[in-house]
């Protein structure tokens, strides 16, 4: 009886070897590509939004709150241009990222320089009810 | 313990090893699938940011005159 009840134990015994999980390597990609979707969802929004703002067109609020036509084909357009070459990039490199490898410099680097871009955009940008709105999206 | 339950033992052994390693691998391509298929959501979503990004940009130099 004592016999049994011991082989039975040994047999009961199971041996499960835990294999560190497959998926952290990719945590760290995941968290950079929702970094990369919503930082490009703020510059197209702000893009959205400053075309409404443009002196002239319907959307446009009054003289004074409205985007000069100058201001938006000489300073934001250009700026905005730029941002979204950098926002391209930090896609592709991210994308490119090989999983369980260190965060590649340049990721940092071109979101400094979008940054920078938004905050320039955003003081060109006279204040507006939209404006407003626009600040008060990109915040939350 | 005779010889006949010694071998029963290091049988039912055996059998729970092989059971066990065959759950182990399981659960480890499980692990690895879902994984992959993070991975693979991850770079659909990157790919669809690149390409707005494109179109976006080259709206941009429209609107400057650039283009």
Known sequence: MKQRILAGMAALIVMIALVSAAGCAAKQRHIATVSVVAGHQALALIQDTEMLLVCGKSTAPAAGQCVPQDVHQNEISPKLAAAFQYDASIARTVRDWPVGTPPPATIGELMGKINAIIQDVLRHMPESALKTKLVFQLGS | ?67
């Open chain 2, 1 to 67: 313990m005779g010889f006949e339950g010694l071998t029963a033992l290091l049988q039912w052994i055996g059998l729970f090893q092989a059971i066990a390693s065959k759950g182990t691998a399981a659960w480890t391509n499980i692990k690895k699938a879902l994984a992959d298929n993070g991975i693979e959501a991850d770079t659909s979503a990157l790919d669809a940011v690149a390409v707005d990004a494109d179109r976006r940009r080259a709206i941009a130099e429209h609107e400057a005159g650039q283009a």
